[in-house]
């Protein structure tokens, strides 16, 4: 950190903390892949089959062969479908930053207002 | 227009510099002229981001001045004056938590009769003379209590046994055969078991030394200081003084256990308040490479009792003892004062308490009848039952002590900066002069402000001239020593 300096563990802690979020940022912006290379995310309707909004036989999301929160990422990033995502090259650059992995962080994605 | 406001912070200086310790989450920064210019200006007032630049851009400049500002802000000292910082979430600990030392009250009778003793005095919690309880514990129920301990520590690879009393050695061929039997179940359950014990010494005899060295078994002793300062109130039930007796005995034993250091365990009263000379007797003379200094637990009523002046005194003298415990350890040289090292490793490693220690959670004290209490000095106490050795810990009772004592619940400590560190104090001293375990204890909120001052001054000061010094706390600790 430029103007604070970190003297304790917790502190360091705080600090490597901010800087990782800010790298988080920045990788967007410059249009590299996102840091964390496990999650996954499919490329598009063409390739993969993707249900779209069903719903299985319990009425829930858990036994469709891709469950219907991936298909938000499937959707605005990889496929032309016109999907009420925000735009994320130019207005939310960091709508997803809190989201590392669709599977399990898709409930972090906040609404984001023109 | 935003205006900016501080956040908790507590203000120090250590060599000549400015620093901020964060609430709550303990962090220490060091902060340049800027950033102590508009941490103090937001402080009085909240400030606009125009305000500040204004105020201090012509000093520092414009970018340094909003540089700064950001940094404080994403740290937490400082936030949006319209928006109170978000209420810290109330954290449980992860379940079921490892059991890391287990006190054993291997006897809960005592040959001294020390006035101020919180087992037997006016403030006792569990009447060892006419109560249910055995006075003194079983070789089975110790068996029970060390499988107890390896099961309930989970995954640690190491257990800590402490033995406690009363006089633990009045206990002590149970305790030569739990060692013997521990060791043996260790060995079998692919752990290690460490063992330690806190004595009065007055029965320390070359036998025992033996055997405690042969075991590396970790000693800690009560003891006040010299004899006039021991003798008042650690005597015989004849009113005879112990030093004489426990002098050469304690001499005995730190010439031939030099595996661990053997740790002194000092209680202060109002009537010694000496701490600088009877940490020089408890070194120089004796020998301690380890003296730690507690007030006694008592209710205000007893003269013994502490009052505010007497705090004040003894906060003087810590104050001196940790000046020279600072210039030690910017030397590298060792010095025996235990307290400031223990809160060094708690500020190094950042640690901002949901509960003051580990009763309950890690540390469980066990009563010679098998019962487990919160720790050791709640030991028999129905009332703070949370099982037995031969059932394991009762996790209702266990849940609903972690639910009421959480320091969310003590709203005393909300605008209290030193919280991270105090978590409202030992559970014990406020059964005693609150009766409520939950309570705060607010009868030593200044000292521990005061002492947690001096503390982050000597880490502070620590981080500039010696750094090194403060790696030894990246390790984990011994367990604290049972007391």
């Not at chain 1, 036989?57 to 062969?65: F, H, K, P, S």
């Not at chain 2, 266990?398 to 005393?412: S, V, Y």
């Amino acid at each position: 950190m430029t103007y604070l300096k970190a003297v304790n563990r917790k502190a360091a802690q705080i600090d490597r903390q901010l800087r990782d979020a800010e790298g988080d940022v920045v990788a967007l912006q410059g249009g590299q892949p996102p840091q964390q290379p496990a999650a996954h995310i499919p490329l598009g309707c063409s390739t993969v089959f993707s249900p779209g909004w069903e719903v299985d036989r319990t009425g829930g999301t858990a036994g469709l062969c891709q469950p219907v929160e991936r298909d938000l990422f499937d959707c605005h990033i990889g496929c032309y479908w016109p999907a009420q995502v925000p735009d994320q090259l130019n207005h939310a650059p960091s709508w997803t930053s809190s989201c590392a992995a669709a599977q399990k962080d898709w409930r972090k994605i906040d609404l984001v207002f023109p | 227009m935003t205006a900016f406001a501080a956040r908790e912070y507590h203000r120090f200086e250590a060599a000549g510099k400015p620093f901020v310790y964060l609430v709550p989450s303990a962090a220490v920064f060091a902060l340049d002229d800027v950033g102590d210019a508009i941490l103090s200006a937001v402080t009085e007032r909240p400030h606009s981001r125009d305000e500040l630049s204004v105020t201090f851009g012509a000093n520092f400049g414009v970018d340094r001045v909003l540089g700064t500002l950001d940094a404080l802000v994403s740290v937490r000292a400082i936030g949006e004056a319209a928006k109170p910082a978000p209420p810290a979430r109330k954290v449980f600990p992860l379940k079921p938590f490892p059991l890391t030392t287990m006190v054993l009250n291997v006897t809960n009778q005592c040959n001294l009769a020390c006035t101020y003793c919180y087992e037997y005095s006016e403030d006792k919690i569990v009447d060892t003379e006419n109560g249910k309880k055995p006075k003194f514990m079983t070789d089975e129920t110790a068996r029970q209590s060390v499988e107890f301990m390896l099961k309930e520590s989970g995954d640690n690879p190491v257990a800590h046994l402490t033995f406690f009393g009363g006089e633990t050695l009045m206990n002590f061929p149970v305790l030569q055969r739990t060692i013997a039997y521990a060791r043996e179940r260790a060995r079998e359950t692919g752990k290690v078991v460490d063992f330690s014990l806190t004595t009065n010494a007055t029965l320390l005899k070359p036998e025992i030394v033996e055997f405690l060295v042969a075991n590396d078994v970790g000693v800690t002793i009560s003891i006040d200081g010299p004899p006039d300062v021991q003798d008042k109130f650690r005597v015989f039930k004849n009113g005879n003084g112990s030093y004489d007796v426990v002098a050469p005995k304690i001499k005995d034993l730190i010439s031939k256990h030099r595996r661990r250091p053997i740790g002194a365990r000092v209680t202060l009263t109002s009537g010694t308040l000496d701490v600088k000379r009877i940490f020089r007797h408890l070194t120089e003379d004796i020998g301690f490479q380890e003296i730690g200094f507690a007030p006694a637990t008592t209710a205000p009523k007893h003269d013994y009792s502490i009052t505010d002046e007497g705090f004040d005194t003894l906060l003087g003298q810590f104050r001196e003892l940790a000046e020279e415990f600072l210039e030690a350890a910017v030397q590298n040289r060792h010095h025996a004062f235990s307290n400031v090292k223990e809160t060094l490793g708690e500020i190094h490693k950042g640690m901002s308490k949901a509960y003051p220690c580990g009763a309950g959670l890690g540390l469980m004290g066990v009563a010679t009848d098998g019962d487990v209490a919160l720790c050791h000095r709640f030991a028999g106490s129905d009332a703070h039952k949370l099982g037995t050795v031969a059932d394991g810990i009762d996790r209702t009772a266990q849940r609903a002590f972690l639910e009421t004592h959480h320091i969310d619940e003590k709203t005393d400590c909300r605008t209290c900066w030193a919280r991270p560190i105090c978590s409202g104090g030992c559970y014990h001293e406020a059964h005693t002069r609150h009766g409520d375990t939950t309570k705060a204890n607010l009868h030593y909120c200044e000292w521990i402000r005061g002492w947690t001052d001096i503390c982050l001054k000597v880490y502070a000061e620590l981080s500039e001239r010696n750094p090194a010094f403060l790696t030894q706390f990246d390790h984990d600790e011994a367990p604290e020593r049972a007391s």
